[in-house]
């Protein structure tokens, strides 16, 4: 068994102004890549040149990471990055800023390389220093390697070849404050399915399991904001931030199987967003999962059954019909991927990933 996550993680309210002086300690410029609104909205980028103006050290905002960033703004910000003697990058906002600020960090470093370097595997790799700063309860990329990024010359979202873990992680309950609630739901939705398909995976240990049950339980504290029965409080927000950290945590361990991977075409396709679409697929999977999987999942999340877990999918992120073809597609782009085929820990054919998709 192997567990490695070598992020340092700070969690708690106002970590970014506690601990600016190690986000200091990473260069000298540092480049800021975010989206074009939230990072500013909820706080986070104050809170971020605020910790850097106090520490003398100069930055750069990049602040045009769109949702499921493509190739050519890695391509853009690493020219911006180059420009910019930036010499560390800090990715603040949801998966995508987080995503793009390994790539662009890659990238700036390895400047004469061109855009395929990205999908190239290279032991010998070296990236710029990475500082996350997760500002939605999803993704988890704050403590995974994972880059994913838009590759439209693939016609779809496929994840760079480097594994690039953030030196920092540092999380904070109060920027999901101020979050529309249908992100809420969407990256919630993203955190559950990371955890599920962790446990119900060929690659779970007990270690990615201790990931998995802490962070269902926690995860299932804040199904009643998630429904609307309640207001968000701001333990509610850091429990959320948690669950999403150790939703990446786990997936660290053993990467996501099936129900990620029939998502990614949703989201190219149809925009839906990735924590909807992979929901989309996550009860058909564990009702191929044996009754151990089951009970294991069902019982951290606080569901009593998988038609409870439906229920709760529809209430929160709506069932959509999805053209039939566009499923099939999915379906023949996973058949033809036999690394993600072997994450599922039952055996898999045609017939048992088309009933996953619906199909059947
Ligand atoms: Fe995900």
């Not at 910000?77 to 793009?100: K, L, T, W």
């Not at 390389?113 to 999803?138: F, H, M, Q, R």
């Not at 990614?264 to 697929?281: D, I, R, S």
Request: charge should be negative; proline fraction near 4%; include cysteine.
């Amino acid at each position: 068994m192997r567990y490695y996550m070598p992020t340092k993680v700070y969690s708690g309210e106002c970590c970014v102004s506690e601990h600016r002086k190690e986000i200091a300690s990473f260069g000298k410029k540092a480049l800021i890549v975010t989206g074009a609104h939230s990072a500013r909205a909820n706080g986070s980028y104050d809170d971020v040149t605020a910790a850097l103006d106090s520490e003398g050290i100069a930055y750069a905002l990049y602040d045009k990471v769109e949702e499921n960033p493509s190739v050519e703004t890695i391509m853009e910000a690493r020219e911006f990055g180059v420009r910019e003697g930036a010499d560390f990058v800090i990715g603040i906002g949801g998966g995508s800023p987080m995503d793009a600020a390994k790539a662009i960090a890659l990238m700036i470093r390895n400047q004469d390389k061109p855009w395929e370097y990205l999908y190239t595997a290279d032991p010998a790799a070296s990236w710029l220093p990475v500082i996350c700063i997760p500002t939605t309860c999803g993704t988890g990329s704050e403590v995974t390697a994972v880059s994913v990024l838009t590759n439209h010359a693939l016609g779809t979202k496929a994840s760079i070849k480097h594994a690039i873990f953030p030196e920092l992680a540092l999380i904070d309950g109060r920027y999901l404050s101020k979050a529309p609630l249908s992100v809420l739901r969407n990256t919630a939705v993203d955190a559950l399915a990371h955890l599920v398909e962790t446990h119900i995976n060929a690659d779970r240990t007990d270690y990615s399991d201790m990931c998995v049950a802490a962070g269902l339980s926690v995860w299932s504290r804040s199904k009643d904001v998630l429904l609307g029965n309640r207001e968000g409080t701001s333990e509610d927000y850091c429990n959320m931030m948690t669950a999403s950290t150790m939703g990446g945590m786990a997936i660290a361990q053993t990467g996501t199987s099936l129900p990620h991977a029939l998502g990614y075409k949703l989201t190219y396709e149809l925009g839906m967003p990735h924590g909807k679409a992979c929901g989309h697929f996550l009860q058909n999977y564990i009702r191929e999962a044996s009754e151990a999987e089951q009970a294991f999942v069902l019982e951290h999340a606080g569901f009593a059954s998988v038609d409870e877990m439906e229920s709760f999918y529809q209430a929160v992120c709506g069932r959509e019909s999805v053209d039939p073809s566009l499923l099939a597609d999915s379906v023949s782009r996973l058949l033809a991927d036999p690394a993600r085929l072997a994450k599922a820990s039952f055996p898999v054919d045609e017939t048992v990933i088309r009933r996953i998709a619906g199909l059947e």
